[in-house]
């Protein structure tokens, strides 16, 4: 699965203005539910913002496969299906 753009809205940006906290990875972690129900296992791949690479990789566990791009691979998927999905979808 290809996420081609993922963003926050820009009133939720920011330590002092931020009114929603993991919106980045609940977004992810849609597009790993969508992955699951089309039969790609929870992998998902997307180039990320230079500036956001260390962020992705140290803070949501993703994985790095060149200087921007990063993905997702099933355990993480799956982690993050059941943590933001009651439902689960693996």
């Not at 791949?45 to 993703?62: I, M, P, S």
């Not at 994985?63 to 943590?83: C, H, S, W, Y």
């Amino acid at each position: 699965m290809e996420v081609y753009l993922v963003e926050n809205a820009p009133w939720n940006i920011g330590s002092e203005r931020q009114e929603f906290i993991g919106v980045g990875a609940h977004l992810f972690a849609i597009a790993c539910k969508r992955s699951f129900e089309a039969g790609c296992e929870g992998y998902v791949a997307f180039d990320a913002k230079t500036g956001l690479v260390d962020y992705y990789v140290h803070a949501l566990r993703e994985e790095a496969m060149g200087a921007n791009r990063l993905f997702i691979a099933t355990p993480r998927a799956k982690q993050l299906v059941d943590t933001y999905f009651e439902e689960g979808g693996t």
